[in-house]
């Protein structure tokens, strides 16, 4: 058995200090053989079961990287070994490792590996089960961080193709290395990933690797590498969710990506076509027209990003239009072919009219749906909501099994990684004992775009069909000092306010630093602020937050620096 270094954040290395065993010298699971100094503290690196050390690959003084082999220790077999067939079952299959913990997370993503540490800092003996190698989840391996990194590297194009109108000038034809950004992305991922993987080991969290399934309502199945049986006074569903399956013809053609595909694209191609504008479609379609590509955004439905209210809606699809992104709405894709030369042929109905477009790569970005496959839920009868097509939990995020509970993605609530995060503490203070419920009257939601959008609270369609006694502000970015030495003046922030109590209910920004921003007005509504205490507030100048001063001012005596 090797005893392996384990994650140091960042790539760094650690030293080695004293060592405390020899060749030979024998050990019981749990013994210390080894010191380690890194940048975050001494380890204690331990035997990982009762045996007899058979290599030392280390020097005291010497350097050590992540998961570099230390140790190899040699097993103790029992004299008679059992005849050969120790803790295995008598059909030759593979032993089965029993797990007795306090608290089972099913799932290592934001939601899962979060309530993981809360529940370890709060006293909990925590096992965590994750089916991939590395731990993260869909959204800091495929989704929102990864995405978040190519959405700088597509800015900094665009920042490098307009610097002239800052007055900086280059000779030198612009030269993007897609499989630079790429490789810069993997990069980032895998610092976070080694980041989270030293969090577990630091809160002393089991993680086991493998395929979770319900026994019942305390026990758990998992085959990985190896078999384990896990009994859990308390379990948390937080599975995620998968990318939906599209029933378009054509959609298995090797030219057709979708989001994780477009993740490991290293050769950048002249033109896409994006099926689906929601969030994932669109911030795509930044990225890529940021980065030079000719981009055709098909929408089935009148608006892209149609989650949103109608001007926020027109506000995008104009300044993507008049960035060269070209946006076809009420747009339903019927096949997609190959063309001789190689290329994508998209028909769409528009209309009541057969279109066609024709481009080199074609990305799927219709959305995703609650990952439960294999979790054998209908054994231990866990109840789904079907309008959601999610687990139905309350606002305990506790389902119809008293302790077993669900949260993030798999719920279908609100498909956020910070609401994930959220729910994952509100479950666990629960399995404390702790009243805990959900609140999602304030929920921030940021969409990587150019410019970037961002909403909390109600909008204004809500508020109508709440039939709500309202007031709504707008003002400009265009007013604003800093967005214009930006050359950022696009957009603008949205506030509503309940008529009858002042307080802030709404508030939507378009616009530079939106994903920033947005923060203020979510403790603003989650605190009830009214306008008069936003108004009594200073902001500092110049930055782009004075327009939340503005707007303020703008839901009673008008803005005092908008025409």
Known sequence: MEILMSVIPGGKKGKVGEIHVTIGSKVSEGDSLAEVETSKGNRTITANQDGVINQIHI?????????????EIESIQESDEKNDTSEQKADGEQPINEVTTDLLIIGAGPGGYVAAIYAAK???????IEKEDTLGGTCLNVGCIPTKALVKSAEICDNVKNSSLFGIESDSDLK????????????????????VSFLMEKNKIRVIQGTASFLSDNK????GKDTSHISAKDTIIATGSKIS??????????FVMNSTDALALTELPNSITIIGGGVIGMEFACIYRNLGVEVHVLEFMDHVLDILDDDLCEEIERLSEQKGIHIHTQAKVTKIQQANNGQAIITYETDGKEQLLV???????IGREPNIDGLNLEEIKIRMDEARNGIAVNQKMQTNIKNIYAIGDVTNIIQLAHVASHQGIH???????EESDMDYSAVPNVIFTSPEIATVGLQEYECKDKKLDYRVSKVSFSSNGKALTMNEPDGFIKLIKDNKTSEIIGGSIIGPDASSLISSLTIAITN??????????????????????????????????EA
């Open 59 to 71: 020097e005291e003084g010497s350097e050590v990287s992540s998961k570099q082999i230390l140790f």
């Open 122 to 128: 709060k006293g909990l003996d925590v096992t965590l």
């Open 176 to 195: 993007i290395n897609m499989k630079q950004i790429i490789d810069r992305k993997d990069e980032v991922v895998n610092q976070l990933v080694s980041g």
């Open 220 to 223: 758990v199945i998992v085959n």
């Open 245 to 254: 399956h599209v029933n378009i013809p054509g959609v298995e053609l090797p």
């Open 359 to 365: 481009s080199e790569k074609v990305l799927v970005a």
């Open 427 to 433: 479950a666990v203070n629960n399995i404390l004992g």
């Open 528 to 561: 009830g602020l009214t306008e008069q205490q936003i108004t009594k507030t200073i902001f500092a100048h110049p930055t782009t937050a004075e327009v939340i001063h503005e707007a303020g001012f703008d839901l009673n005596i008008g803005a005092l620096h």
